[in-house]
């Protein structure tokens, strides 16, 4: 259902957000993401709903190739993928309802519709009385439900929730992490980024560890058989092309100064690409 081959993604100044990653997640996984601070988690979501695109490698979203993927069907794509964002992005001038209804009238979908829809996901996520407050109404782990309602809104495939327990206590932490388990038991294929250890520990779930753009721990075990076949088709590493669309990237970002103050290059990730 995703696959990323050899991502790498360095931004205008020279940073590494990351560097060469190759995963691959199932139909129905549920799967953490973890890692600290400047690894690289929020960079694979955004490389995921093609916020940017990669500067190596390619990624895969339900047989979508993003690197080749056109600007007018990105849409569709996000469509199959609701994000939870690390900073929420709700509309603070509008009521709850009116910020996950948002998503079904930019689809064009009519209005007894998607109020019907929006009502079914606030119960969903157990935030019907909040329906008509506005954000600054709400505690965090309501906003937090909040979002994921607007996540869930268009019925995506795939759910990618970054630090959705960050500012919660324990209990309200364990709240959302059920409610997203219980999503993914719908079959929604989930992908969470935490620094919550103690979850992570406890939840018994696939593990993908990240340090400095590299994947360090990927806690998946395989068949033997399936590794051995893996093995035998591996394919002679090619020489890497810098994707051009990735550069364009890269001119917007520095256009807009957000790289501005971030780290350079170091000589490590330069070397460990050129080793490739
Ligand atoms: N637009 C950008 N321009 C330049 N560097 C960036 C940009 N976005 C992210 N980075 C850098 O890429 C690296 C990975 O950032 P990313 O946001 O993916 O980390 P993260 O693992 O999500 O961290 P956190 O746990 O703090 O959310 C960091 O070094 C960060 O400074
Ligand atoms: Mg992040």
């Known amino acids: 259902m995703i ?25 129905g996984e549920f799967v953490f993401l973890v890692g600290p601070t ?23 979203v339900d047989s979508w190739d993003l690197v080749k993927l056109p600007s007018k069907q990105v849409p569709e794509l996000r469509k199959k993928i609701g994000v939870v964002f690390q900073d929420l992005k709700l509309l603070t001038d509008r009521t709850i309802f009116e910020n996950i209804i948002l998503p079904l009238d930019i689809a064009g979908v009519n209005e007894e519709e998607s109020g019907r829809r929006v009502e079914e996901v606030l119960e969903r996520v157990g935030i019907i009385e909040h329906r008509d407050k506005f954000p ?30 960050g500012d919660l206590d324990e209990a309200t932490a364990w709240d959302i992490v059920k409610l997203l388990s219980e999503i993914n038991e719908g079959g929604t294929t989930v992908i969470m980024a935490t620094h919550n250890a103690d979850i992570v520990k406890k939840m018994d779930k696939r593990i993908i560890e990240l340090s400095l753009g590299s994947i360090v721990n990927d806690k998946k075990t395989k068949p033997k058989h399936k590794k051995k076949e893996e093995e035998k088709d591996e394919k002679p590493k090619e020489k890497k092309e810098v994707h051009e669309e990735a550069r364009k990237d890269d001119k917007k970002e520095s256009e807009k100064g957000e790289d501005k103050g971030k780290k350079p290059i170091t000589d490590e990730f330069e070397k460990a690409l050129e080793e490739e």
């Open 3 to 27: 696959n990323l081959e050899n991502v790498s993604k360095k931004f205008g100044t020279g940073v590494f957000g990351l560097s060469d990653i190759t995963f691959a997640v199932e139909k």
């Open 136 to 165: 600054i109404q709400l505690s965090g782990g309501e906003l937090q439900r909040t979002a994921i309602a607007r996540a869930l809104i268009l019925s995506p495939d795939i759910i990618l929730a970054d630090e959705p327990t």
């Open 38 to 60: 400047g690894s690289g988690k929020t960079t694979i979501f955004k490389l995921l709903i093609r916020e940017m695109y990669p500067t190596q490698g390619t990624i895969v």
